[in-house]
């Protein structure tokens, strides 16, 4: 099923992070995500303002809520970064993959 299809899912206790070779196939079903380290996703999408940039921003974090998985996001004039990677095992989960195939999946206002 595709990634933006899933839901993502509690960590559970002693749960490993996900290996590399796992992480670059589930990698490569994203737009423009980057691994960093293999501990966690980035990504920076540009805006004509910085309203833009939040309006942009409000979705992702509506998503954030609906899937009680929550990334990091830094943001500025006519640009938007998010990070991913789930906290609990410091390190990346295929929740991780699913939570940025959605925001793939969200209007970017120009």
Do not use: Y
């Not at 974090?61 to 009680?68: G, M, T």
Request: hydrophobic share 45%.
């Amino acid at each position: 099923m595709a990634l933006h299809r899933q839901s993502c899912l509690p960590c559970r206790d002693g749960q490993p992070p996900l290996a590399p070779a796992e992480c670059r196939r589930l990698l490569s079903e994203l737009q423009d995500w980057h691994l960093v380290e293999n501990h966690h996703l980035c990504k920076r999408w540009s805006f004509a303002d910085f309203a833009s940039a939040l309006a942009f921003l409000q979705q992702a974090a509506e998503v954030c809520e609906a899937e009680n998985h929550h990334a990091e996001f830094e943001l500025g004039w006519g640009r938007l970064q998010a990070k991913i990677w789930t906290h609990q095992i410091d390190g990346l989960t295929a929740s991780d993959f699913v939570l940025a195939a959605k925001f793939d999946r969200l209007t970017h206002p120009a």
